[in-house]
């Protein structure tokens, strides 16, 4: 009875919840649909009140971020240049005028390689300081079509490194700004300019085949023979290389010329080379978990970073404990900091992309090594004697089994010491001949093998970059003998220039250990 009591009055409530839930569901209803009518009609009642378009300024689509499209032309001599460019573009100008422009390039790339790069189409992603001089670089060279890409503007701290943009163009499209300068300079060529973002979704369009101002009997399904990435954004250029690679389209990549001073350490090569570039380094492990680890060409510095040079600018803690940094950029993953750079770099990353392309379109022979200047060789001879060097004194320490012993030292450090840290010459003598790698001071118990792994089947040296300097064949087995294997120290052989050489070599390397 009493169960039957409570069922009942909890059957109730129940209904009375279930009542008022029903209601407050169909007030909530009813309240969206009022307050959507009443957007309607405000939305209507706003699009009444613009007036009508005249008809002598006819209205124009706002880009995809939200600015109105710029024109192209803005003075009387652009529009005259537009007008002439026009013409050429469809066969009405002198081909001998043509010849006489591009005289130096024949001479060099001969009649039939000229040929080659004036039919060639290239699209050229991204006009800041490095995609500017590259597609400058192009047209003048002879290409005459070329798809630009970009959705930024010209601003002023543009001018420091833009190849063609004025005061004048500060405000306007980069693609728009490009276009006007080279149509000034080669009107005969077709600039297809496209101011958009690239992204995954655009990519098949902006790397479509050429179909802009087609001539009569052309190929309307000329693939581009090169796509050049001018690129900033990791992310952007992460999707730009995948889909290039995936689509077996030819594509050179510029890596990070911000922070970069010295033009002899700028190089041409696999990105599986490229070392010593922090951008490098991002683009290529991203890649890799794409599956992409090799087979594309690119351009990087092997510059270090060190002490009084420029460095990345931090982010102020004022704009830090606003919240998320990456709400501070204009658009979604592009960088909220600005770049340490020297305008001179990006222009000869641009150019060095420039005459890669050029060259590969007109098959003209290039014969500059892949990152490491020809001296992959000699590093690995370098490390080889290192190998024997560390099992020698293995066995001279108790006589310890060397056989298997490996050593943490690889080629890139190789490369590393004795390109970076000792210029390529030996601390003693400063001969840049029959060079090797040696331990600077004794070991205390030889090479102080881990035996941790050593049941494992692991021998491994404690050999560590720090410990190591550069020297001639011949002045490392006096070394050997009177120090590594002998009671002698470096200050008891080497003069004060030579321990204060060693020394600041070795101070230098600390420093720039935190950057590799």
Known sequence: MLGSQWLQRHSETAKTIAVFACGAVTATTIYHVLLTTRRQKATLKLKESIPDQPHDQPASQLTEYGSAPQPSITSAEDTKAAKIAARARKGDFDEELIFEQLARNRIFLKDEGLAKLRNAFVVVIGLGGVGSHCVAALVRSGVSKIRIVDFDQVTLSSLNRHALATLADVGTPKVHCVRRRLEQICPWARIESRNELFSSQSAESLLAAWDY??????????????????????????QLLHYCTLHNIKVISAMGAGIKSDPTKICVGDISTSIEDPLSKATRRRLKLLGVSTG????????????????????????????????LGVLPDFR??????????????????????????????????????GRDKMYEAILSALQGLEERLARSVNGQDAVGLKIPISRDDVAYLVEEVFRGRSVVSGLTTRLVLVRWNRPESGTNMNRAYEVEGQKTSNLKIPDLVLMTKEEAQRHEKEILKGTKSPEDIYEQDVLALVESRHQEEHAFSKYR
């Not at 087609?214 to 992460?238: C, F, M, S, Y």
């Not at 690119?298 to 990345?312: D, H, N, R, W």
């Not at 102020?316 to 606003?322: C, G, H, L, N, T």
């Open 213 to 238: 101002e087609l001539h009569d009997g052309e190929d309307r399904d000329q693939e581009p023979d090169w796509v050049v990435d001018a690129i900033d954004n990791i992310d952007t250029k992460v």
């Open 296 to 327: 594309i060409p690119v351009v990087f510095s092997t510059e270090k970073p060190g002490p009084g040079k420029a460095a990345l600018m931090p982010i102020a803690d004022s704009e830090v404990e606003k919240g998320n940094v990456g709400d």
């Open 336 to 373: 909220v900091r600005i770049l340490p750079v020297l305008g001179t770099m990006p222009a000869m990353f641009g150019y060095t992309l420039a005459s890669h392309v050029i060259c590969s379109v007109a098959e003209y022979p290039i014969e500059y090594s892949v990152g490491d200047r």
